[in-house]
């Protein structure tokens, strides 16, 4: 078993995985997955605590939007995300 096969959901096959960047390095993701998930799968995990939207740890940059909560938005083959800057909700 290789890395990523251990969360193939049942109906799916491996041709539906794409690729996002993280920090400039691909990370896999499943249609539907969400960035944090992605993430802690790839074991590139962002801050993460509540994984539910709540805590606001998990803010990430998305392809120059900061504020992003990786644990409520889906992946999107070809996005860039960077888990450095950490910012709390939009004022
Ligand atoms: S982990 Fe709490 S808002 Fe994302």
Do not use: H
């Not at 890395?3 to 799916?12: D, F, K, M, V």
């Not at 939207?53 to 120059?64: E, L, M, N, S």
């Not at 996005?79 to 909700?89: A, N």
Request: hydrophobic letters at 45%.
């Amino acid at each position: 078993m290789t890395a990523g096969t251990r969360r193939l959901p049942a109906g799916r096959v491996e041709e539906e995985r794409f690729t996002f960047l993280a920090d400039g390095v691909p990370v896999a993701a499943w249609p539907g997955e969400s960035i944090a998930a992605a993430l802690l799968a790839a074991a590139r995990s962002p801050a993460y605590f509540c994984g539910m939207g709540v805590c606001w740890q998990c803010t990430v940059a998305v392809d120059g939007e900061v504020g992003v909560r990786a644990c409520m938005t889906p992946a999107v083959p070809g996005m860039k995300v960077d888990t450095l800057p950490r910012r709390g909700p939009k004022a």
